[in-house]
């Protein structure tokens, strides 16, 4: 593999100033605008879409592993939060096709393309959503909520793993894919200084009233698999 390697693979997913990139979309926030600094905005939707479904993605991103963890059946109802251009949705409304997915996301220009991208795919189980920074603005309660490459985007995490936590059915999940800080400077996501510790999203997610069920650290070169569930007190039966 030659030296271009790190330069495309930051290109698929730097969610940082990539000047070698000249199609990189404008950012309208700050030069690395994370979580910490302000909201990153996710405009000029099709501009994405060249980077966030680059098939180049797949050799890091393993879609097929992250859907092979959630252990969907087919009439499943889920949610993809943080939707983006599809990359996820458009494979989970094949993962389940007698059930239902909701792809939601804050960014209108996002939720105009994914909607476009739904119909011209024929992907009828697939309802598009506009969320709110702490409400994905889901209509029901869902089995599973899968959140790839977010978290790290979200100012207020405890609000929003609450709205999650109220989203899922008792003995629901929520899935976070997001990016190791140990990983390579140079690997895709955001600089080292905003991806978030396991334990970090372990905290906000207790606060919220949901705890981690696994965390597999192997499966993906750059990135965790978290599996979230409601906490449950002791003696507590689900309702
Ligand atoms: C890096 S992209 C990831 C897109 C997609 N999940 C993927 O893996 O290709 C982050 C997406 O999260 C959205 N986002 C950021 N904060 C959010 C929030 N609080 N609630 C829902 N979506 C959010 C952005 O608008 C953007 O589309």
């Given at each position: 593999m030659t030296r271009r390697l790190p330069f495309v693979v930051l290109a698929v997913f730097g969610c940082r100033p990539t000047p070698a990139v000249p199609a990189a979309p404008a950012h309208h926030?700050?030069?690395?605008?994370?979580a910490h600094d302000m909201p990153h905005r996710f405009e000029r939707a099709e501009d994405w879409a060249a980077r966030f479904d680059?098939?180049?993605?797949?050799?890091?991103?393993k879609p097929d592993v992250v859907i092979a963890s959630l252990g969907l059946r087919s009439d499943d109802k889920i949610a993809d939060v943080g939707a983006g251009t599809g990359y996820f949705t458009t494979r989970l409304a094949q993962a389940v096709p007698a059930g239902k997915v909701y792809a939601s996301d804050i960014e209108p220009d996002m939720v105009r393309y994914l909607g476009k991208r739904i119909q011209e795919d024929g992907l009828t189980n697939v309802a598009v959503v506009q969320g709110s920074p702490n409400d994905p603005n889901l209509p029901e309660r869902l089995r599973l909520i899968l959140v790839v490459n977010v978290v790290h985007h979200v100012h207020d995490r405890v609000a929003f793993f609450r709205a999650l936590a109220d989203d899922i059915a008792p003995t629901g999940e929520v899935v976070i894919v997001d990016f190791k800080p140990e990983a390579p400077d140079d690997a895709p996501g955001p600089p080292k200084r905003h991806r978030l510790t396991i334990d970090q999203i372990a905290g906000d997610a207790d606060a919220a009233g949901l705890a981690v069920v696994s965390a597999d650290t192997t499966s993906l070169p750059y990135q965790y698999i978290l599996h979230l569930g409601r906490a449950r007190a002791p003696g507590h039966s689900p309702t």
């Amino acid at each position: 593999m030659t030296r271009r390697l790190p330069f495309v693979v930051l290109a698929v997913f730097g969610c940082r100033p990539t000047p070698a990139v000249p199609a990189a979309p404008a950012h309208h926030s700050p030069p690395d605008g994370h979580a910490h600094d302000m909201p990153h905005r996710f405009e000029r939707a099709e501009d994405w879409a060249a980077r966030f479904d680059d098939p180049a993605r797949d050799n890091w991103q393993k879609p097929d592993v992250v859907i092979a963890s959630l252990g969907l059946r087919s009439d499943d109802k889920i949610a993809d939060v943080g939707a983006g251009t599809g990359y996820f949705t458009t494979r989970l409304a094949q993962a389940v096709p007698a059930g239902k997915v909701y792809a939601s996301d804050i960014e209108p220009d996002m939720v105009r393309y994914l909607g476009k991208r739904i119909q011209e795919d024929g992907l009828t189980n697939v309802a598009v959503v506009q969320g709110s920074p702490n409400d994905p603005n889901l209509p029901e309660r869902l089995r599973l909520i899968l959140v790839v490459n977010v978290v790290h985007h979200v100012h207020d995490r405890v609000a929003f793993f609450r709205a999650l936590a109220d989203d899922i059915a008792p003995t629901g999940e929520v899935v976070i894919v997001d990016f190791k800080p140990e990983a390579p400077d140079d690997a895709p996501g955001p600089p080292k200084r905003h991806r978030l510790t396991i334990d970090q999203i372990a905290g906000d997610a207790d606060a919220a009233g949901l705890a981690v069920v696994s965390a597999d650290t192997t499966s993906l070169p750059y990135q965790y698999i978290l599996h979230l569930g409601r906490a449950r007190a002791p003696g507590h039966s689900p309702t």
